[in-house]
């Protein structure tokens, strides 16, 4: 228990001794608004007397903040410029340093000096060439007018697999009109002068012949288109059931194709034109479109294009083909009937305009003639015979030409 008495006393002391004495004004404020006094530590209580920690730097910051940056040293080379650009006073233009400064600036000189090479180059003209009257520019280009006048016929010279360029055909029309205007007026002035009539038709029948000469020409191409197209229709049908039997059979389209390309005329150059490009690499189905493109006849196009789509589709090639011929077939049946009923009134025209009138107008007219005592020579006669001739040439191209070459 002494031990205990002991602890308690050295507690009391050391309370005593820590124990913050405070002003009596605050005691006694304290006392009257009964506050508990607040004890602070001694660490606490007497801050002033213990002074701020000093902040110690490392050696190497100091060392730092004693040393100062660096001076730029700049290599000698640098300096050196540096001091003759100091020494060497601003060199400015004559006009600048006469000017006063109550001035405007002076503007540069407008002339630019040019190196001798370029100058001599400016100097030297570019010559052209000024094309002659009746030269072959002049030429080439009335061929271009006259080229530009027919826009498809490059595709007609195409489709009817005519091996020239537009103004190629052109220029060979317009040699073909000219030899035929002179050829034609060399005849009829021959005549005239037999006759003993007057020349002055030649310059008008000159003119008259050179045009439609040129006309006639120009219609070659799609006289051959027409053509063509109808020895195509001609064979579509037989060509496409042959090829619908071997399909049916079950030929490939490939081999069914192969078979075509003979004892078929256009048809067959056709097929052979398919093949080929299949043997390049092209698609069956764009070898196919492709030829069809370049082909005149309406029939032939339809049949391939139906062909193509099949393809594309991947329906029954077959089933296709069937349709389309069968509606082909029908169409040839019904451009016959109607040529028919259009050779009627042809035959009637024929009959008058080329077998009555001339026979009985030149009996007439030998009867009038033989009365008003005018001279009636052979001259005359070889006219009419000619005139006669070419009225039965005009008939009889218009019936061949408007008959449909089919076989149904």
């Known amino acids: 228990m002494p031990r205990e008495e002991d602890s308690k006393k050295k507690g009391d002391e050391g ?196 045009v439609m000469g040129f006309a006639y020409y120009m219609k070659i191409p799609d006289v051959k288109m027409i053509r063509k197209s109808k020895e195509i229709d001609k064979d579509i049908v037989f060509a496409g059931r042959h090829m619908l039997i071997e399909l049916r059979a079950g030929v490939p389209l490939f081999d069914a194709m192969l078979n075509i390309t003979r004892d078929y005329g256009e048809i067959s150059k056709a097929f052979a034109r398919i093949l080929e490009k299949i043997n390049v690499g092209v698609p069956a189905d764009v070898a196919m479109h492709d030829v069809a493109e370049d082909s005149p006849s309406i029939s032939f196009k339809r049949v391939m294009l139906q062909l193509v789509n099949s393809l594309r589709s991947g329906s029954n090639v077959a089933d296709s083909l069937e349709v389309i011929l069968d509606q082909v077939s029908r169409e040839q049946v019904i451009a016959i009937k109607e040529y028919g009923q259009k050779l009627s009134p042809l035959a009637m025209f024929y009959m008058v305009f080329g077998i009555i009138i001339p026979s009985m107008g030149i009996a007439l007219a030998i009867t009038l003639m033989s009365f008003l005592r005018l001279k009636f020579g052979p001259e005359l006669l070889v006219a009419v015979f000619f005139v006669i001739a070419v009225i039965q040439y005009i008939f009889l191209t218009m019936i061949e030409s408007s008959r449909p070459q089919l076989e149904v």
Do not use: C, H, Y
């Open 15 to 210: 309370s005593k001794k820590k124990k913050l004495e405070l002003p009596a004004g605050l005691v006694k404020n304290a006392q009257k608004a009964e506050m508990p006094l607040i004890v602070l530590p001694p660490d606490m209580a007497k801050p002033e007397k213990q002074p701020m920690p000093a902040i110690v730097l490392p050696p190497e910051f100091m060392k730092q903040e004693k040393q100062l940056t660096p001076p730029i040293v700049l290599p000698p080379e640098l300096t050196k410029a540096q001091k003759e650009l100091a020494q060497s006073p601003l060199l400015l233009p004559q006009e600048f340093i006469a000017s006063k400064p109550s001035q405007k600036p002076v503007t540069p000189p407008a002339q630019i000096t040019i190196p001798k090479e370029e100058k001599k180059q400016k100097e030297i003209p570019v010559a052209r060439k000024t094309p002659e009257f009746g030269g072959p520019n002049q030429l080439e280009l009335l061929l271009n007018f006259l080229s530009a006048k027919f826009p498809n016929l490059k595709r007609k010279l195409k489709l009817a697999e005519i091996p020239e360029d537009p103004n190629t055909f052109v220029a060979n029309a317009s040699v073909f009109s000219l030899v035929l205007a002179f050829a034609f007026t060399v005849l009829f002035f021959i005549i005239l002068d037999a006759l003993g009539w007057t020349k002055l038709w030649l310059a008008p029948l000159f003119a008259v012949i050179l």
